[in-house]
């Protein structure tokens, strides 16, 4: 079975603080595709990243970045410098199989607050 | 990316009416399309697969005569939640697969039923 825990339900961080969203996921799939996306409170969902299964190396996108463990099975997010703006509920998510479009499994959710 | 569009974004309605939600790719054609739903503060959970021309595959729990779902083509698909109730109340989004198997994700229709 596949499953997506994000033990943290809500955060709250004065801005300018950094911040770290857990993610720990599970399958028995080789191949697979982990998510992360931001919803505001607008409800549209935000993709912020994609990672296969094959490619462990972390990455960094301005003061974003993710650190992907196989062997934790784990796929931190985290925030350097938080805004305001970053204030939204984030989603870590888990697809399975060959394609990164098959159904996509989507964590609890974690509820970032960032206090100016 | 691609876009995918929902109409209506918002839509209250009566108990025991039934509610349509359109899900459009606007710029890419898709031959599957998925329907998910989301209730106050919790995750969003997969209703079905919406395979173009063909019946839509429920997960389980999810009652497919009270959720009708039609692809009828390869950009449209539609939801329809039949005779709803409060407890139909919910954001409903969908998400388009691309001929290079990405996904996108509409913008969400929020459902009141009265």
């Known amino acids: 079975a596949q499953k997506v825990t994000q033990a943290q339900t809500e955060i709250s961080v004065v801005e300018k603080e950094d911040v770290t969203l857990d993610c720990v996921y599970e399958t028995r799939d080789t191949t697979y595709y982990l998510f992360w996306y931001k919803q505001p409170p607008s409800g549209e969902l935000v993709f912020l990243i994609r990672?296969?299964?094959?490619?462990?190396q972390n990455e960094i996108s301005g003061r974003y970045s993710w650190n992907f463990q196989k062997s934790t099975s784990s796929f931190n997010f985290t925030i350097t410098a938080s805004q305001v703006v970053d204030s939204a509920v984030y989603f870590c998510?888990?697809?399975?199989?060959?394609?990164?479009?098959?159904?996509?499994?989507f964590g609890s959710g974690t509820r970032l607050s960032i206090r100016p | 990316g691609a876009v995918v569009s929902q109409h209506p974004s918002r839509v209250i309605c009566k108990s025991g009416t039934s509610v349509k939600i359109e899900c459009r790719s606007l710029d890419f054609q898709a031959t599957t399309m998925f329907w998910y739903r989301q209730f106050p503060k919790q995750s969003l959970m997969l209703m079905a697969t919406?395979?173009?021309?063909?019946?839509?595959?429920?997960e389980q729990g999810v009652e497919k005569d009270k959720f009708l779902i039609n692809h009828a083509s390869l950009t449209l698909s539609t939801l329809t939640v039949t005779s709803a109730h409060p407890e139909d109340s919910s954001f409903y989004i969908c998400s388009a697969r691309t001929s290079v198997n990405e996904q996108f994700f509409g913008p969400g229709t929020r459902l009141t039923v009265l």
């Open positions: 998510a888990l697809s399975t199989g060959y394609s990164s479009a098959s159904k996509i499994i």
């Open positions: 990672r296969n299964s094959f490619d462990e």
């Open positions: 919406s395979n173009e021309g063909s019946k839509a595959t429920y």
